[in-house]
């Protein structure tokens, strides 16, 4: 079988998470309780170069996600059957579900981290992923 990846949606969605993810962790928004939960200093700004190489491997990760997310929604579709934008919605919940929220628990729980700390992050992936579905949903394959 070939699975076919709509690939300018995928970088679409990667930049999408750029997008909310700057929008979630603004001062105004959630930036500073996830700052003060986190033990981040947000007057130490990073500087250009380590500024450039987060944002960079960033971009990279979330274009891996969005990659793996359209890969999958594929599989589901041809599975599933449904509207193309519903089974990526419900594969990215399940996909969510299973290995970000999860995972986070488990770290967050044995390293002693707050669970609202836990919340903010895991909610903050779970729109991530739903917005990249989304994009990818309604742009197909």
Same mark, same amino acid.
């Given at each position: +079988?070939? %699975?076919?990846?709509?690939? @300018? #949606? %995928?970088? !679409? #969605?990667?930049?999408?998470?750029?997008?909310?993810?700057? %929008? *979630?962790?603004?001062?105004?928004? =959630?930036?500073?309780?996830?700052?003060?939960?986190?033990?981040?200093? /947000?007057?130490? $700004?990073?500087?250009?170069? &380590? =500024? #450039?190489?987060? +944002?960079?491997?960033?971009?990279?990760?979330?274009?891996?996600?969005?990659?793996?997310? $359209?890969?999958?929604?594929? @599989?589901?579709?041809?599975?599933? &059957?449904?509207?193309?934008? &519903?089974?990526? /919605?419900?594969?990215?919940?399940? !996909? *969510? /579900?299973?290995?970000?929220?999860?995972? =986070?628990?488990?770290?967050? #729980?044995?390293?002693?981290?707050?669970?609202? /700390?836990? %919340? +903010?992050?895991?909610?903050?992936? !779970?729109?991530?992923?739903?917005?990249?579905?989304?994009?990818?949903?309604? +742009?197909?394959?």
């Amino acid at each position: +079988m070939d %699975v076919s990846v709509n690939y @300018l #949606a %995928v970088f !679409l #969605a990667a930049a999408s998470s750029m997008v909310v993810g700057s %929008v *979630w962790y603004a001062k105004s928004t =959630f930036g500073e309780t996830w700052a003060k939960l986190a033990k981040v200093d /947000l007057s130490k $700004a990073p500087s250009a170069s &380590q =500024f #450039a190489w987060l +944002m960079g491997s960033t971009f990279v990760a979330s274009l891996v996600t969005a990659y793996i997310l $359209a890969h999958v929604a594929f @599989l589901s579709n041809t599975y599933f &059957q449904n509207a193309f934008w &519903q089974d990526t /919605l419900t594969t990215a919940f399940w !996909l *969510w /579900l299973g290995f970000t929220a999860a995972r =986070f628990y488990v770290h967050d #729980a044995f390293e002693g981290r707050r669970k609202k /700390l836990f %919340v +903010m992050n895991a909610a903050h992936e !779970l729109v991530t992923v739903l917005v990249m579905a989304v994009i990818i949903g309604l +742009m197909g394959v």
